[in-house]
């Protein structure tokens, strides 16, 4: 039987779809989403995992023809990277939400199956079919995205950056000045939703995807790099608290309780180490109005006359990477 066409689903209805799809099945402000439970609970889908899939197939996993069970590679299904497995039954749901006629035309059973209907598909439609997966995944596991991040624009073109702000004029430079928070969280998911509940507070967000630390606290006087930091724990290379704990050790002038540090798991040290700095401490999940609470506090403690530092923000235009965009300080910066 011949497979259905496939028809383009826009951003602005891949929105709309995403907004449909929480408001069935995850209709609280929560964050993370539990997609494991919607999948399992609310869907009645089996995850299936399987040895050498991704090997095979190329691909984290897929979906069965009557949307019963999703099959997982076996190592992702077993990892403690839960981002990856979670993103893939996101992935998967899309595909079963936004091409379920498309599968149930298919005929596959196996992991070979699968890979000759996927590849067999013209390679336009195959970008555009993962496509849209991708951006209906990230926003069912990402809700605070949905009101303004995504725009209805043309398939394939790129946002236009903003404006580049010269600091070398002052002028220009004071007029664009808020109330700044630094965001360092690894996960993109929760990188995305932590800094859409910080730009709904009316900061400025310079969000990044691992800690670097600031060569500029110890020389330049009455300056800060920003007015408060939050940062997950646990990030490749160093970890959060090695951040904060090297940043007090070389002066950094920012407040230590308009710092916050993150986690899913805490160790009664770490606990112990965060108290004694001075620091605020989050236990994931949390809810918005939560970190929004702490914000209005930090903004309290603004000091009178402090000016802001442009450090960081130079590392995120000499990289063409838009300010309040997520980036990855080093050579290999990722935008969107």
Request: overall charge neutral; proline content about 6%; some cysteine.
């Given at each position: 039987?011949?497979?259905?066409?496939?028809?383009?689903?826009?951003?602005?209805?891949?929105?709309?779809?995403?907004?449909?799809?929480?408001?069935?099945?995850?209709?609280?402000?929560?964050?993370?989403?539990?997609?494991?439970?919607?999948?399992?609970v609310?869907?009645?889908?089996?995850?299936?995992?399987?040895?050498q899939?991704s090997?095979?197939?190329?691909?984290?996993?897929?979906?069965?023809?009557?949307?019963?069970?999703?099959?997982?590679?076996?190592?992702?299904?077993?990892?403690?990277?839960?981002?990856?497995?979670?993103?893939?039954?996101?992935?998967?749901?899309?595909?079963?939400?936004?091409?379920?006629?498309?599968?149930?035309?298919?005929?596959?059973?196996?992991?070979?199956?699968?890979?000759?209907?996927?590849?067999g598909?013209?390679?336009?439609?195959?970008?555009?079919?993962?496509?849209?997966?991708?951006?209906?995944?990230?926003?069912?596991?990402?809700?605070?995205?949905?009101?303004?991040?995504?725009?209805?624009?043309?398939?394939?073109?790129?946002?236009?950056?903003?404006?580049?702000?010269?600091?070398?004029?002052?002028?220009?430079?004071?007029?664009?000045?808020?109330?700044?928070?630094?965001?360092?969280?690894?996960?993109?998911?929760?990188?995305?939703?932590?800094?859409?509940?910080?730009?709904?507070?009316?900061?400025?967000?310079?969000?990044?995807?691992?800690?670097?630390?600031?060569?500029?606290?110890?020389?330049?006087?009455?300056?800060?790099?920003?007015?408060?930091?939050?940062?997950?724990?646990?990030m490749?290379?160093i970890?959060?608290?090695?951040?904060?704990?090297?940043?007090?050790?070389?002066?950094?002038?920012?407040?230590?309780?308009?710092?916050?540090?993150?986690?899913?798991?805490?160790?009664?040290?770490?606990?112990?180490?965060?108290?004694?700095l001075?620091?605020?401490?989050?236990?994931?999940?949390?809810?918005?109005?939560?970190?929004?609470?702490?914000?209005?506090?930090?903004?309290?403690?603004?000091?009178?006359?402090?000016?802001?530092?442009?450090?960081?923000?130079?590392v995120?235009?000499?990289?063409?990477?838009?300010?309040?965009?997520?980036?990855?300080?080093?050579?290999?910066?990722?935008?969107?």
């Amino acid at each position: 039987m011949p497979l259905p066409p496939l028809m383009v689903v826009s951003d602005g209805e891949l929105r709309r779809r995403a907004a449909a799809f929480l408001e069935r099945y995850w209709p609280r402000p929560e964050i993370p989403v539990d997609i494991e439970h919607i999948v399992d609970v609310q869907l009645g889908i089996d995850v299936v995992p399987m040895r050498q899939l991704s090997a095979v197939t190329q691909a984290d996993g897929f979906i069965s023809t009557d949307g019963r069970r999703i099959y997982v590679d076996e190592e992702i299904y077993q990892t403690e990277r839960r981002y990856t497995y979670h993103f893939m039954l996101a992935h998967e749901i899309a595909h079963l939400t936004l091409h379920g006629p498309l599968f149930a035309a298919a005929d596959y059973e196996t992991m070979m199956d699968w890979k000759r209907f996927h590849d067999g598909l013209p390679e336009e439609d195959r970008m555009r079919f993962e496509y849209e997966a991708s951006v209906f995944a990230g926003l069912i596991l990402s809700p605070s995205q949905l009101p303004r991040e995504l725009t209805d624009r043309p398939v394939g073109k790129t946002p236009v950056t903003a404006r580049a702000v010269d600091a070398s004029d002052k002028t220009a430079w004071d007029a664009a000045v808020r109330p700044r928070v630094l965001v360092l969280v690894e996960d993109p998911i929760a990188r995305s939703v932590i800094k859409a509940m910080v730009k709904r507070r009316e900061f400025e967000v310079l969000a990044f995807s691992r800690a670097v630390l600031c060569p500029r606290c110890q020389n330049q006087k009455g300056s800060v790099c920003t007015d408060a930091i939050v940062t997950d724990v646990s990030m490749s290379g160093i970890t959060g608290l090695e951040f904060v704990v090297h940043q007090q050790m070389v002066g950094c002038k920012l407040n230590p309780e308009n710092v916050a540090l993150i986690s899913g798991a805490w160790e009664r040290n770490d606990l112990e180490r965060i108290r004694a700095l001075g620091c605020k401490t989050f236990t994931k999940p949390f809810l918005g109005s939560t970190l929004g609470e702490w914000l209005d506090d930090c903004k309290a403690r603004i000091r009178s006359g402090r000016t802001l530092s442009s450090h960081f923000k130079h590392v995120a235009l000499n990289h063409g990477v838009r300010p309040d965009l997520n980036g990855r300080l080093g050579p290999d910066i990722l935008s969107g």
